[in-house]
């Protein structure tokens, strides 16, 4: 048989064993009995089939590793892969750009296992329809992590609900003066986000909420320039949409001469690395990184094996860390 033409899933399928059992042979991982290591060995020779140095590769797309949550999530997703004979390579590239699609091409090309999209294009309203064309037409699985491609599988923080945590949390330290540093318009987690804001302010009974969210970049400057505007809107408390943006948020209230949180609150999202080691630590929502990591990779492994999966978005429930950067409402002036 042309080795052009023999796919892992051929292998599988004749020595009866699943994808995941194929790939730990072919990249030589323990978890198999050397009755079926030998039996998928044969099999392999009797098609011809060649070891590849990019088979069992997972390219993980990433919209760069400057944010630490980013870089703590492809770790995850590689150490939730890795027990199934599968390595994650890790693709920044800035999303919906020409060098994610230049990266599912290669992955391809080079005959990669899947793909996982993680916080990348997937999370645009709008993005370059090639890239879905080039996984669909070659069959190359692939799942998301925090936002869907329609008709796709993806394993999401709840936004919304992030949303109504941090809005609750300040609410019962006192704050009704709330704004937010969201991301920007078409991105989907910052979308849902405003819309969870927009809905527990209501629900509050808080009016003018929608002149208290600023639209920016999911960086420190990002949230430095919005909160700069809302701290002009006299905000006692700040949600930033990312931790960068709630350390710019922080830079920009301490340049007015105010403290954190005595004169003004933040609350960050995601909980990176070392959020705790901030001046103060900063009180933040945690994204539920091991337990999305698990989901993907189990979803990849079924896809992989020839199992039914179901399309759709699955929600998982973020939760308050609170720490220093959060405190109750401050005192009039005169009475302090």
Known sequence: MDQD??????????????IATVSRVINRKGGVSQKT?????????????????????????????????FGY??????????????????????????QERDYVKSLI???????VFCSASNTLETFDPEVLH???????????????????SAFSSDDA????????????????????AAGPVGNRPADRRVEGFHAVMDKLGITGAEDLVVRQTYSVEGGQFAAERLLTLDVT???????????????????RGLDVPDDVSVIGYDDGPLMEFTDPPLTTIRQPVERLATEVARHLISQLSGREVPAGELLFQPEVVVRGTTGPHPRPAAAR
């Open 237 to 255: 408390a700040v949600i930033a949409c990312s931790d960068q943006m709630a350390l710019g948020a922080i830079r920009a209230i301490r340049r």
């Open 161 to 180: 609900y992030a949303a109504e945590l941090s809005v609750r949390h300040l609410h019962q330290l006192g704050h009704r003066r709330i704004g937010m």
């Open 5 to 18: 033409k023999v796919k892992i899933s051929e292998v599988a399928g004749i020595a009866g064993v699943s």
């Open 109 to 115: 090309d080079l005959g990669a296992t899947a793909v």
């Open 37 to 69: 290591r030998q039996e998928v060995e044969r099999v392999m020779v009797e098609l011809g089939y060649e070891r590849s140095s990019t088979e069992g590769v997972v390219g993980v797309i990433t919209p760069g590793l400057a944010a630490p949550i």
């Open 73 to 98: 999530m492809a770790e995850r997703i590689g150490l939730a892969l890795a027990p199934h004979g599968l390595r994650a390579l890790i693709c920044p590239a800035v999303p919906g750009g020409v």
């Open 134 to 152: 080039l996984l669909n037409t070659r069959g190359m699985p692939y799942v998301c992590l925090n936002g869907a491609f329609d008709g796709a």
